[in-house]
């Protein structure tokens, strides 16, 4: 099969749109729509660590700055060690005059790849069908569940949410 017949086979409806083999998609995240606050909030609570990079977004819940997402980069946002635990440092002026605030405060707002990646070896496949994205995972015992949302960053979250808590999770946000 050529690249390009692979690629189109890629838009079918029920293709298989990622596979833990596939090298034929460049850059994933790029341009994905982020994750909700309601799924990170429930990753986060399930037991899903953080380790800030650059890079990684993450947004201040109940500091009236919900809508607000952050990036951590040099250029605006740091990461520092601290006696209590590691706190995000902001560069440069900002119009609400926000300097420092510990990691626990902030909400991480995963990309697809670090949901994919951190779905292991459990991850089987993200398809594309009907308008939907299925992420199909084993969970912890051994039972295949597929996730379903309209956007892939969605569906690997709920797929990582099932596997951390060993069951199906709802898959709507409230």
Known sequence: MSPDAADDA????????????DAGVENPDEAEPLLSLHLARRLRDAGLRWEPANGDRFLIPGAQLDEHTFLISPMSVDVRRAPGGQILTFNGAVEWALDAIQQHEVIWLPTEGQLRERLGDRFRAL???????????ALPDGEQHEAV???A???????LLAVLTGAPAELADP
């Open 10 to 21: 890629r838009n079918e409806p029920g293709s298989w749109v990622w596979a833990p083999d």
């Open 127 to 137: 398809r594309w069908e009907q308008g939907r994205f299925r992420c199909r995972v």
């Open 149 to 151: 949302s309209p956007h």
């Open 153 to 159: 960053v969605e569906a690997y979250g709920w797929a």
